[in-house]
């Protein structure tokens, strides 16, 4: 057992480098004396190590296939007769999002430089454990251990939004953690009942996604449990109707944290979605498209409406960020190829680009203290870099074509609309000329036009730090946008395999009773990843 | 012959934890009376004791022994093991308060060491006059552990008021037993559940003797509606004491509590066991996170949280079973670790005892103390039941066991619950790291083996919620022997 | 080894340079910046005369396609590719030419400005993106030059970014654009959703092969052809500013002149015309949605017409007769006469960027002053100014002999076959361009100075890299016209070249636009008529008394009418009325009370009433044990009576 | 004739039943205290009569334990009532109500 | 004849318990709970377990009740007020429930053992001897731990009952080192324990 992790932990491995970050953060315990610039040159060192690794993983597996490489299980737990297996792989769906969370964590580090004044060692930490559940929750092949990443995500996000947050950082703060708190119980309580029904079928509980995958419930049990796992992730996500803890944590949060949120925590409810929700209760999925396809258009306009309202300048991102995601939902919720490479897309990609933003209001943040357009005006003349940037990462935000935003979007559109989804994709794509007036409001508000402010004159242009910062995001913006097609190969066997069990799925229509479904597993190329031995999992990582 | 020889050599050797606990507390008064020199060494050597009969119970030989009154299993063995945990916690944190208060006296220990005999006697008993005895025996030694800050009054109410309800309680036990052994004509348990198979005595008597024994122990669990005492005793007694009496007489008589409830709900006899335990767990949960909320004080805010944790603690026993021991074992053991953790803290970080532990007092000082506040964030998220943290797999267990008994009901409440209770929980943490300081904590030392039984909580919690694997396989294999 | 294999080059040789000037230049290098500049697009134009010539060459003109490499991966099948065919090739031709003049122009122009590295660069990347749009292989790689050419719009109409109006101007530019672009995509996905594919040649054959496809009926009770139709011209209205999306165009004159002249005359605003006619095969199938573009056209034309005549500023002057010249070519379009609307685009696009320019060097002249009540008299102090404007205005009234003259003889001609309704229109369209154009010539040229004195004191002809270009485009707006259809003859080289981008579909052939040499007399002769006309009612107006300025007398003759057009009808007002504000105000209203007091206000009374409870509920703990011992004692009978009884 | 059984049963009921309503309703705590006391006797009466109706000493060996017990926990209460008045002048149980809420 | 004791020793106890419970007065209720233990002590007898009577006797009112008085004595309470306190609800809610509670227990009762009768006392049925083997073969354990129990109990008493030493309020705990501070009682309690 202890060889094993030792072997997991040291082996090229997922694992390893979805808990490198936190065995990094042990010696920040004995850095609390040393100087912020110590602990800050250490962290940025583990964080870029952690991408190293990460990017090493990716390129060895960038190939694609179901299931691009797993790792050994061990048993978390076993006591009774329920056993839950530590299990992880990545597949072509978490893969890009793996890679997504790799290459923020330095940035935020470098981005939070100036920004987080106080308490480097606590942030640091934070901020790598944060990655070690991010990580973790899209690398999860058991459920509750994915329950776990989940929840664990949120101590340090609460952490880093309490402390470092703005003047209404608690309020903010618990909120986040009670919403999505909120949601996730049910979800667990939905995860044991599967592995309960499993159990019942099977004699022995499992959590195993595998083993779950092959659970086909009547439609009534479906709708339940789908619902219970839809309420967690459109939490996260967020949904409209559950999506009023993001503008606040987003304005309270620090630099990092508003980046990270948006980056990859967001994602993880989009990601639950097409990894869970929809796989597991096919069904229910479907018959309750409409709805939430219904939430995602509102989503998509009245977010950008809220965001059009905004004053500040980072509720107004933090809005957008509505708004994006209701791209998302409404491809993942169109169930067919196109639209779903779209919507996996269309994740980087607002990862990429709100990202860049936060980053860029945090920059303007240090500077200036405030984040209130009324403060801003005319910057483009006193700081013509940061005035370039903003407008490069607003533009891929509103979806330009030949910038990442507007693949993303147009794939989700066109996927939508071939799958009969043609009002919903008319509506969204109206969202994009919204998009385009609430996103250059904000241009108009703070870069163009005449200075108002005495301040904004003896302003200093970007540092070669924080250009350090935000070029990845810009190139990478322009990369995709330019040539998507290789970014959209890693992801296209398990997406199709996906869809591929889902329709099958659909066509048997829903069972009487509970069953498990080999037929169908064996009738469609099964999404579950290559079965086989660990080392053989492990062996293809190497 | 005389039958006092009618022993065996058996029976005093599985009494061994307990007679060394008793020898030890007996040998500190001694030393107290004679060379109270040594006085600071006390607790250290009630330690070694503890130590000592946590080593000895590790090797027990199991079945019953005198006669059949009390026996050892690998479960009462285990249950044992987290009493001695408490007392443990609760030597180690008292130290440096007693020395702050000028109460470093032998008696300190040496009742707390008998506490815990009672306890043990308590877990392992299996008729009835002894476990109304050993009842007795923990009990009085807990008043006296209550009221053990003579000079400070609210020390002595609560004292007063635990003993007032204590003495009471333990009057409707005696007539509960009383009806039990009446009905049923025996006292021990194997006797009562053949008699009960058998189908003697009045049903409604003997429901009514089962439910005054179960709510007398679901008293000392602090049960809604049996609970109100909680608060009051916790918020006076000496905070150190607390950690101890909350953890430890809970394990003990969670133990009792379970035996009845399996004794009685696995024969025909009257009266709907699951739906009983199930109203009581829902009361505690409920009543116990909502009253939680609304306090200030730390002190009675986490009783009330104890008293939420014992309903979540009930939700196996809702489908009385052998398999409601596991869950309710590993939820006693976090319990353990996280609530005496949290009690330790408190018992350090608030130097002044009387009425007043305000949380807000706690604020910022989480720089100010690192350390100490890093431990109490953990024990608080743990009692959120928040991953990766011991309470969690404590819940998902007990969850899991509902689910599987299809108390989906209670699942539910536990959780809309346990929701609440993240709210006060998260107070605390943002208290300490989230606002400024308002009261400058003086000249506040943190004493080493507080701290020491502080970090060894956390530490526990969190390996325990991590990697659960190992201690849970060990803990399978231990009770394979049932 | 062809210069076709080159045909990316064109495209990306501006976008190099934009990348160079933008990103690496520094702002005092400014020798590098122009050569970079305009060396790109010079080159570009090169590689593109070469590419042409090629093409020319080519036996039949068959279309040749270069695949640069595939744009996604997966069910979604698009290429990056480019196309050079007949239609693509005339485009590619007039951007590239009268674009590289106009860079060489704004060397001249913006000599002076601040900015001049950043405005390279911008109109680099605007020739880039142009080209994309043109070379397009596909109607994605047109889209993402479609919208390119937009952000180009956007920044170089805010050139002047720390000015209060240029950059809310070129906001409400690309917003607007946006609206168009919307539509364009919905037609995108209905074209990709029965296509498969986005690809010119892939769905013109598909098209083809299925007629009765398209015919069906699809959506909005229209048929798939008509639905299309309908929304990719809808796209082409919000590009090309047609009524009701043209009221970005007039405000987009906030930018530099040139810009003015390259993007909203000569090429980007044509786009929509080319798109159209790029799409003609589906027009054809949907005759209800061309009549709508036609009606749509000829409305733009007479409507922006009049509003030209009571503007003062020179350039918006220019803007809405550019307006009513786009609603010309959609005229054409709308009635089937594809290549006389790529013909007008060809002349429009010499001699509007002639005016443009012109116009350009005039207020150069006149130290930035853009308002013609200022003018005056500037004949003697720019005389090749004076002369090439002329020569524009005289061309774009459609005086015979001249470019403008044959390609609306072209439209009129089929417009009269399809309604005479139309053909009046377009006639009294004809007559107030020539009227509204020769009072700018009277106002600005003639007569005695009205501006200051120490403007009049600086006034002087521009330099020669501002003249030259003005004399080349002087050159095409007189003579471009012989390319195209000439009346009394068979000539129509133009046509002939287009003639295989315009398919006709088996079964809806138009018949075939040949009729009597009478008829054509009487044509013709009501286009000069109008054209004399439209002169002659500017030289009673303002031509006769010269130097006195008369709007004011108009104003007079008929006030309320004068205030309507010399308003713009409050097109903008009634947008900001009835568009901008009620939507600003729900936008506040999901804010400040669905998001506010709804949401959060309902989660927060939720939190409240469960403190409450709490707080209330531990008032049952009061201290007092007898009370504890009640509960205990009254707990076990409740118990004891519910689990009994 | 003999004295039939229930009556002992139904006298102790009655007694402990009293016991219980004193120590509800007394507000001094040596008066709650003997009415728990009576409440115990009450108990032990009851064991005895079983023990006469099963005819087996268990329930007497449990009233000797009981008497015992309640010797101690009489020592322990006395001396808290001790203590407690000597810190507050009083054992009137609405008075000690510092500890609520 | 017997049925005559028995009641008189009924109404005794019921009666005295009565007083005990309501007297105002706690010298009044203890004596009264007095006379409550003394006729218990004969039902005791007429059960058949007079050892139980006689430690009825000794145990309660010769030694606990005594405490009692004199723990009175020392605290000399007044009479309560009344017993009737300023929230006569608990009054109505303890009557309630004490009602119902006798109630059920009496109907339990009936149902189960109206017609019960028990054999007639033998010579040795329960005697002491029986009494004394079982408490000192089975119940062997509960017997030493009453003798902790006592040791525990007057450990505990003494403490709380026990002024604050001198060490205590001022002073560190080493400064005081005479054994005559430390709790001596504790001693013959030990011996008891240990036996």
Sequence with gaps: ?542 | ?482 | MSALDYLWLIPALPFLGAAVNGLLVRNRHKSLATAIGVGAPGLSLLVALACLVEFIARPGHTPYEQLLYPWTAGALKIDIAFLLDPLSAVMLFVVTFVGFLIHVYSVGYMAHEEGYRRYFSYLNLFMGAMLLLILGDNYLVMFVGWEGVGLCSYLLIGFYFDQDFPPQAGRKAFIVNRIGDFAFLVGLFAIFSQFGTLNFKGVNSAILADVGALEAPFALGLSLASFIALFLFIGAMGKSAQIPLYVWLPDAMAGPTPVSALIHAATMVTAGVYMVVRTNLIYQLAPSIMLFVAIVGAATAIFAATIGIAQNDIKKVLAYSTVSQLGYMFLAAGVGAYVAAIFHLATHAFFKALLFLGSGSVIHAMGGEQDMRKMGGLRKHLPWTYRTFLVGTLAISGVPLLAGFFSKDAILGSAFEKSPVLWIIGLATAALTACYMLRVVFLTFFGKFRGTHEQEHHLHESPGVMVVPLVILAAGAAFAGYAGKIPFTHFDWLGGFLSSVIVAIPGHEAHAAHHGIGLEAMLVGASIAAATAGLGLAWWLWGRNLGTYSDAMLARRAPGLYRLVENKYFVDEIYDRFVVRPLRSLARFCWKVIDSVFIDGGLHVLAFITELAGDLGRFSTTGNVRQYALYFFAGVLVLFWWMIL | MTIPIVWYLVLAAVLFCIGTFGALTRRSGIAIFLSIELMLNAANLTLVAYSRIHGNSAGQMFVFFALAVAAAEAAVGLGLFISIYRLRHTIDINRLNRLRW | ?195
């Design chain 1, 1 to 542: 057992m202890m060889n094993e992790l030792l072997d997991l932990l040291l082996g090229d491995t997922i694992t390893r480098f979805v808990f490198f970050p936190s065995f990094a953060a042990f010696p920040l315990l004995f850095l609390g004396r040393a100087s912020a610039r110590t602990v800050k040159l250490y962290a940025l060192f583990v964080a870029l190590v952690e991408f190293a690794l990460i990017a090493l993983f990716t390129a060895s597996h960038w190939g694609g296939g179901t299931m691009v490489a797993r790792d050994a299980t061990l048993t978390w737990l076993d006591f009774g007769s329920l056993r839950v297996l530590y299990e992880v792989g990545v597949d072509g769906i978490s893969l890009p999002l793996v890679l997504l969370t790799g290459l923020l964590l330095p940035l935020v580090i470098l981005g939070s430089w100036r920004g987080i004044t106080k308490h480097w060692t606590g942030f640091a930490a934070s901020m790598l454990f944060l990655t070690t559940g991010m990580l973790g929750a899209l690398v999860a092949l058991d459920l509750l251990v994915f329950y776990v990443f989940w929840e664990v995500m949120l101590i340090p996000m609460y952490v880093i939004i309490g402390i470092w947050g703005g003047d209404r950082r608690v309020y903010a703060a618990v909120k986040f953690f009670l919403f999505t708190m909120a949601g996730s119980l049910l979800m667990l309580l939905g995860i044991l009942w599967m592995a309960w029904t499993y159990g019942k079928l099977t004699g022995v509980w499992s959590f195993r996604y595998e083993d779950l995958l092959q659970l086909q419930f009547p439609l009534d049990q479906q709708l339940w449990l789908f619902a219970a796992f839809a309420l967690a992730f459109a939490i996260k996500v967020p949904m409209f109707p559950f999506h009023t803890w993001l503008p606040d944590a987003h304005v309270e949060a620090p630099t990092g944290g508003s980046v990270i949120l948006a980056g990859v925590l967001l994602k993880l409810g989009t990601y639950g979605f097409l990894r869970f929700a929809i796989p597991f209760f096919p069904q229910a999925a479907t018959q309750l498209a409409p709805w939430v396809v219904g939430l995602a258009l509102v989503g998509v306009i009245y977010g950008a409406l809220v965001a059009w309202a905004q004053t500040d300048m980072k509720k107004l991102v933090a809005y957008s960020s509505i708004a994006h995601l209701g791209f998302v939902m409404l491809g993942l919720f169109a169930f067919n190829e196109i639209a779903w490479q779209g919507a996996l897309l269309q994740m980087v990609n607002h990862g990429l680009s709100t990202g860049a933003l936060f980053l860029l209001v945090g920059m303007l943040y240090d500077r200036r203290h405030t984040k209130k357009f009324e403060d801003f005006g005319g910057l483009a003349k006193t700081i013509p870099w940061f005035a370039l940037m903003l407008v490069f990462a607003t533009l891929a935000s509103v979806g330009l074509p030949a910038l990442n935003g507007f693949v993303g979007e147009f794939m989700i559109l066109i996927g939508a609309w071939q799958g009969g989804l043609r009002w919903a994709t008319g509506i969204a794509t109206f969202g994009v000329v919204l998009a385009a007036v609430y996103l250059l409001k904000m241009l108009q508000e703070t870069i163009w036009g005449p200075i108002r402010k005495d301040e904004n004159r003896s302003l200093k242009d970007l540092s070669l730090r924080e250009v350090a910062t935000l070029l990845p995001l810009c190139i990478l913006m322009l990369w995709i946008g330019v040539a998507p097609g290789r970014f959209l190969e890693p992801s296209r066997p398990a997406l199709t395999s996906v869809l591929a069990t889902y329709r099958a799925q659909m066509s048997a229509g829903p069972p009487e009773a509970v069953t498990l479904s080999r037929a169908i597993m064996t009738a469609a190329p099964a999404p579950t990843f290559v079965a086989g031995s660990p080392a053989a999992g492990s062996g293809s990582s190497r």
């Design chain 2, 1 to 482: 012959m005389n039958p006092i020889f009618a022993l065996a050599q058996a029976d005093w050797l599985s009494l061994l934890p307990e007679l060394v606990l008793t020898g030890v507390a007996s040998v500190i008064l001694l030393l107290e009376a004679f060379t109270p020199r040594l006085r600071p060494a006390f607790n250290g050597l009630a330690l070694a004791g503890v130590v000592a009969a946590s080593v000895i119970l590790a090797q027990q030989p199991m079945g019953l022994f005198f006669h059949g009154l009390i026996e050892s299993t690998a479960l009462t063995g285990a249950f044992s093991q987290i009493i001695l945990l408490a007392t443990a916690i609760g030597l180690l944190s008292a130290q440096g308060y007693l020395k702050r208060e000028r109460l470093l006296f032998g008696e300190y220990p040496a009742l707390l060491l008998w506490c815990s005999t009672g306890l043990l006697l308590l877990i392992r008993g299996v008729e009835l006059v002894t476990i109304f005895v050993a009842l007795e025996l923990l009990s009085v030694a807990l008043y006296g552990l209550a009221a053990f800050h003579r000079r400070e009054s609210v020390s002595s109410e609560a004292a007063i008021k635990y003993f007032l309800m204590g003495a009471l309680v333990s009057s409707f036990v005696l007539y509960g037993a009383a009806l039990v052994y009446g009905e049923t004509g025996s006292t021990t348990i194997t006797g009562i559940s053949a008699a009960l198979a058998a189908g003697t005595g009045s049903p409604g008597l003997i429901f009514l003797g089962f439910l005054l024994l179960v709510c007398g122990f679901g008293f000392k669990l602090g049960l809604v509606p049996f609970h109100a005492w909680a608060p009051d005793v916790y918020q006076g007694a000496p905070s150190p004491f607390v950690a101890f009496l909350s953890v430890a007489p809970k394990a003990a008589s969670a133990v009792v509590l379970a035996r009845l409830v399996i004794l009685v709900a696995s024969a025909p006899t009257a009266g709907d066991w699951t739906k009983l335990v199930s109203v009581l767990a829902i009361a505690s949960m409920l009543v116990g996170n909502l009253f939680a909320l609304a306090q200030r004080d730390i002190k009675r805010m986490l009783a009330y949280s104890g008293i939420a944790h014992m309903g979540y603690l009930l939700i196996p026993l809702a489908s009385p079973g052998e398999s409601s021991w596991r869950p309710m074992l590993v939820y006693l053991v976090s319990y353990t670790l996280m609530n005496g953790g949290a009690f330790v803290l408190v018992s350090m970080l608030y130097a002044k005892p009387g009425e007043q532990h305000a949380i807000a007092n706690l604020s910022g000082w989480a720089f100010r103390f690192p350390v100490a506040a890093a431990c109490m964030a953990v024990c608080m998220l743990s009692l959120g039941g928040i991953p990766p943290t011991a309470g969690f797999v404590a819940k998902y267990l007990v969850f899991a066991h509902a689910i599987q008994n299809g108390n989906l009901a209670l699942a539910l409440v536990g959780i809309f619950a346990s929701l609440i209770g993240v709210v006060f929980y998260l107070r605390v943490i943002y208290m300490l790291y989230m606002r400024d300081e308002i009261s400058s904590p003086g000249g506040l030392k943190l004493d080493l083996s507080g701290q020491l039984a502080a970090v060894l909580a956390a530490v526990g919690t969190v390996v325990l919620g991590a990697f659960p694997g190992p201690f849970l396989a060990w803990l399978e294999a231990a009770l394979a022997t049932l």
């Design chain 5, 1 to 195: 004849m017997l049925l005559t004791v028995f009641f008189l020793l009924a109404i005794a106890a019921v009666g005295s318990a009565i007083v005990v419970v309501l007297h105002r007065n706690p010298v009044v209720s203890t004596m009264s709970l007095v006379v409550t233990l003394v006729a218990t002590a004969g039902l005791f007898i007429m059960l058949g377990s007079p050892f139980l009577a006689a430690l009825q006797i000794l145990l309660y009112t010769g030694a606990i009740l005594v405490l009692f008085l004199f723990v009175i004595m020392l605290l000399n309470v007044q009479r309560e007020r009344t017993t009737a306190t300023r929230l006569s609800g608990m009054l109505v809610g303890a009557g309630i429930c004490a009602v119902v509670f006798a109630g059920v227990l009496v109907r339990l009762f009936w149902a189960a053992y109206a017609d019960t009768a028990v054999k007639p006392l033998e010579a040795d049925s329960v005697s002491l001897v029986v009494i004394a083997r079982e408490l000192f073969s089975t119940y062997i354990l509960p017997f030493e731990m009453i003798g902790l129990l006592l040791l525990v109990a007057v450990v505990a008493a003494s403490w709380v009952a026990q002024r604050a030493e001198p060490g205590e309020s001022a002073g560190t705990p080493d400064s005081m080192a005479e054994p005559a501070n430390s709790p001596d009682p504790a001693a013959p309690a030990r011996q008891e324990g240990r036996r």
